[in-house]
């Protein structure tokens, strides 16, 4: 078991719906993480919080938006989704944002829009 | 060029074999590299953190850096049919806005 944990493991929503990941850490990091993979490609990287606010988005679109309710919990709030929005989300966290601490990956939502 | 390269695979080997992985890169700023171990249907687990240029070993992994050759591997000793999974290697430099550049994974198959 990892100990970053998401919520749910699987999600099947259809373009008009509005749901939420959920992301939850208990080992006192400060940076968390969204990333999106594709079948057979490494992460990339969505969002980046850092002491509980935004310090990158990497461009992505305004249907997908993070939250950071506090130092454990990340959310990720889905709107209108295309059907290329499907694929395995998943959350991380590290001790700081610096580089110099690894990043530890929860187990992913596997995420299909119809 | 891609600034992390890993050759795509996939890989298979007998059980018991020594495996070695590799991946190079341009940026001469990365400081901090990694080795993420994926199972199919699960998040990356990281197997291996080093800094600099050196070797790490761990159990029967050993992770090698070479700075001056920009070249990164992981080295697995008497290989397990569990080993099977897909490899990713990942680079950072230091700073406020690193991020984490992974190179496109290996999957290898261990066969009994």
């Known amino acids: 078991d990892t100990e970053v944990t998401q919520t749910p493991k699987h999600l099947v929503m259809g373009m008009t719906n509005k749901k939420s990941l959920k992301c939850e850490q208990h080992?006192?990091?400060?940076?968390m993480y969204w990333y999106k993979q594709k079948a057979k490609k490494p992460p990339e990287l969505m969002f980046v919080?850092?002491?509980?606010?935004?310090?990158i988005n990497e461009s992505v679109p305004s249907r997908f938006s993070p939250e950071c309710p506090n130092s454990s919990l990340l959310n990720l709030h889905l709107h209108a989704l295309q059907p290329e929005d499907s694929a395995l989300y998943l959350c991380?966290?590290?001790?700081?944002?610096?580089?110099?601490?690894?990043?530890?990956f929860g187990d992913g939502t596997r995420l299909s829009i119809l | 060029q891609k600034e992390v390269e890993q050759d795509p695979g996939p890989l298979s080997v007998p059980e018991g074999a020594i495996v070695s992985l590799n991946c190079t890169y341009s940026n001469s700023a990365f400081q901090y590299f990694m080795w993420y171990r994926q199972y199919s249907r699960k998040g990356p687990e990281l197997l291996m953190y080093t800094y600099s240029s050196g070797n790490k070993e761990d159990g029967r992994f050993t992770a090698q850096v070479d700075k001056s050759s920009k070249y990164i591997s992981l080295f697995i000793r008497d290989s397990q049919p569990s080993d099977s999974a897909t490899y990713l290697c990942a680079m950072t430099h230091t700073g406020a806005n690193s991020k984490l550049t992974f190179g496109k994974g290996i999957t290898l198959s261990v066969r009994p």
């Open positions: 991380a966290s590290s001790q700081g944002r610096d580089g110099s601490q690894p990043q530890h």
């Open positions: 919080y850092s002491y509980e606010k935004l310090s």
């Open positions: 080992m006192g990091h400060r940076a």
